[in-house]
């Protein structure tokens, strides 16, 4: 993902949170959705994913168990919870405004 970190950090909170609204999915899964879905211009590094992730989860937006992944590897599942459902929803709100806003910026007619 591209820089600032900031905007990087509140912005991989909401797209991991989407993610998880559609299917609980373990740390490997999460991250090659994000890239397929993003159609390879998104990719997230473990060493931000998992922390991000742990985060998540000390918030009480996402909750996870071990389980066997496809390939029969034991592997930590996220889901989310109902209060993650709840940010979900106000970190998109706050998505859409911010977006909205910067796009009428970058869409002004130069004089």
């Known amino acids: 993902m591209s820089k600032p970190p900031d905007l990087v950090q509140g ?3 909401l797209l991991l949170l989407k993610i998880l609204a559609l299917e609980p999915l373990n740390g490997f899964a999460i ?3 994000l890239k397929q879905v993003s ?3 998104l990719q997230v590094s473990d060493g931000s994913l998992y922390p991000a992730l742990h985060k998540l989860e000390q918030e009480g937006w996402i909750d ?3 389980k ?3 390939n029969n590897r034991r592997a930590k599942y996220y ?3 109902r209060l993650g459902r709840r940010q979900l929803e106000r970190e998109a709100h706050q998505w859409n405004r ?3 806003a910067i796009s009428m910026v970058v ?3 130069q004089v």
């Open 68 to 70: 066997a992944s496809e």
């Open 107 to 109: 869409k002004m007619k």
């Open 39 to 41: 159609r390879d211009v």
């Open 79 to 81: 889901s989310l919870t």
């Open 11 to 13: 912005t991989l909170d």
């Open 98 to 100: 911010l977006s909205a």
């Open 64 to 66: 996870s168990e071990w």
């Open 31 to 33: 991250s090659q959705r």
